[in-house]
């Protein structure tokens, strides 16, 4: 018996334990770095979305796709966090005269934006 085949109807490699042909993980596995947001919809996908999550798991794409969330929130945070900065007129000026404000208002704009990307990207 060979140690390894490839199925080519779907492309998954099957390694030989004992006797049964279980799905094998690629030789070199894909490895990009995962931040918070990645974090979060990985809880989510373990917790409510099971079936989404095993089928990542076996193809070998989750982290990719946890890699590829991660970045697209990380950027969408970003840009909600500036264009509401901008929108509410939250200036250089502020920050160097009023501090404390400048902070109050940037923990409320950053706290909204954290809101909205969860429930758009996050747990979606």
């Known amino acids: 018996m060979e ?3 490839t199925d080519e109807r779907t492309g998954l490699r099957y390694g030989l334990v004992g006797d049964y042909y279980l799905i094998a993980g690629d030789d070199k596995p ?4 995962i931040g918070v947001w990645g ?3 990985l809880r989510y996908l373990k917790e409510h ?3 989404l999550y095993a089928n990542l798991l076996t193809i070998g794409k989750l982290n990719s796709h946890l890699a590829d969330i991660d ?8 840009r909600l966090t500036k264009q509401m900065a901008a929108a509410e ?3 250089e000026q502020l920050k ?3 501090q404390m404000e400048w902070v109050r208002r940037m923990n409320s704009i950053r706290n909204r934006a954290m809101e909205i990307v969860k429930s758009e990207m996050v747990y979606a």
Request: some cysteine; hydrophobic content about 25%; charged content about 35%.
């Open 49 to 51: 979305r099971r079936v």
């Open 39 to 41: 974090q979060w919809h």
């Open 96 to 98: 160097t005269t009023d």
């Open 89 to 91: 007129g939250l200036t």
């Open 71 to 78: 970045q697209q929130t990380d950027e969408m945070f970003d």
């Open 30 to 33: 894909e490895c990009k770095p």
């Open 3 to 5: 140690r390894f085949i």
